[in-house]
């Protein structure tokens, strides 16, 4: 019994010993933790600061490096990276235009800014190697033409490419272009050919949505870059959609402007009756009437020419029953269906938009003196080579675009083409 009362006694100081070495253990573990955990949360907080750097768009000297990736994950988009209606937002119930363009054709910008005088927001298309060349143009067109300043939202659209040569783009580093040069540079600096020749597939539907996106208005038009309104327009439409802000049908009409193209180098008219002159001596005629006729001939325009117009009023003159391959440019409410951005390259890709539009239940509505005018004659024999190969591939896609939309809109009043005809 002693015996074992001693050895007790003598093992109590090794008992709290080890209890002892074990606390210290914890102890220098929890430090150990504390210093891995604080190294971390510093690491994080550096890495979300970088990230909100990266995902805050900033101009004026600073890099720009935030951009979202499109639906497919084959294009980079930036959004407003130069924004001239930010000082003075444009009234809510008028008209943004709508447009885009590759790099080769900010040229028709100017045109189009000094005919409208009203808001537009244009995405622009550009390789990642034509970037600085295309950054800096957009800067000098500014620069050069105050009205762009004031009226234009741009954003950028480049395909995919390596994460680093994406995280290099630089924002602040560009070229001065001065003002009688400003075509000149861009044919001579751009690296890559314009979209029709370029082994990178435009994405006009893409390119519209973003573009759509950036506008600030109630009510959009999407237009190509080449295609000028009358003039005056935008007042017009900004008296008549005032005049009708409690009419709910707003939502559901597309109001359809015909459109004409010019000869090129030809004068362009400015209204009604300039136009009915132009037609008369054969510088003007309906746009694609030698490229394809029924894309346009619902909006009959030899009725639509009959029409007296009130000089300073809009009014909605007739509508029109939707007719198979019809591609009208339409003013429409922004809450209409986006553009279907797997189309790409030439064909079917405002005829899928208008179709949708039909399926949806909208109302086509012809406005009796707004018009828009294309700058050249669409001949068949001019487009570029892969032309009817793109055609063909967007046809195919175009059927399957309305078995879906037959899917999304089982009300609807019919189909816009019968399969077999496609």
């Known amino acids: ?30 430090i150990i933790h504390v210093v891995i955990f604080s190294c971390l949360e510093l690491k994080k907080s550096d890495l979300a600061q970088k990230a909100q750097r990266l995902s805050t768009p900033k101009i004026n000297g600073k890099h720009l490096t935030y951009f979202r990736m499109d639906t497919s994950g084959s294009y980079q988009v930036y959004h407003s990276v130069l924004d001239g209606t930010t000082t003075k937002p444009p009234p809510r119930d008028s008209v943004t235009i709508v447009t885009h363009c590759s790099s080769h054709n900010l040229h028709y910008l100017p045109a189009l800014v000094e005919r409208w005088k009203g808001p537009i927001s244009v995405a622009v298309f550009s390789s990642v190697d034509d970037f600085h060349v295309s950054f800096s143009a ?5 620069e050069c ?47 890559t050919k314009n979209y029709a020749l370029s082994e990178i597939p435009y994405p006009n539907n893409l390119l519209r949505n973003v573009a759509r996106l950036g506008a600030k208005t109630n009510f959009i038009l999407t237009v190509d870059v080449d295609i000028l309104p009358n003039r005056g327009l935008y007042t017009k439409m900004l008296h008549f959609f005032n005049e009708r802000n409690s009419d709910e049908n707003l939502r ?24 009915t002159a132009a037609i008369s001596s054969g510088t003007v005629r309906q746009f694609y009437v030698e490229a394809c006729f029924r894309c346009q001939s619902p909006t009959d325009y030899n009725y639509w020419l009959t029409l007296e117009s009130s000089i300073s009023n809009l009014q909605v003159a007739y509508t029109v029953e939707y007719q198979s391959m019809w591609e009208p440019f339409v003013i429409i409410h922004k809450s209409a269906p986006l553009y279907d951005e797997r189309f790409k390259q030439y064909g079917y890709n405002r005829v899928s938009h208008i179709c949708e539009l039909y399926m ?57 083409v019968p399969l077999e005809e496609v």
């Open 252 to 275: 559901q009409t597309a109001f359809v402007l015909p459109v004409f193209e010019v000869e090129e180098s030809k004068f362009i008219p400015e209204n009604k009756d300039q136009l």
């Open 360 to 416: 949806a239940g909208f109302t086509f509505a012809v406005l009796d003196s707004g018009f828009l005018v294309h700058q050249g004659f669409k001949k068949k024999g001019e487009f570029h080579t892969r032309k009817d190969d793109e055609n063909a591939a967007n046809r195919d896609l175009f059927r399957e675009v309305q078995e879906q939309l037959q899917i999304k809109y089982p009300d609807a009043r019919g189909i816009c």
């Open 138 to 142: 957009i800067h000098s067109f500014i």
């Open 145 to 191: 033409f105050p009205d762009i300043l004031s009226y234009v939202q741009f954003h950028l659209v480049l395909p995919m490419d390596r994460m680093e040569r994406i995280r290099s783009l630089n924002f602040t580093l560009r070229t001065e272009v001065p003002c009688n040069h400003l075509t000149g540079y861009l044919q001579q600096h751009l690296k």
């Open 1 to 30: 019994m002693e015996l074992l009362k001693e050895c007790r006694m003598r093992s109590a100081p090794s008992f709290i010993w080890v209890l002892i070495i074990l606390v210290v253990i914890l102890f220098i573990l929890q």
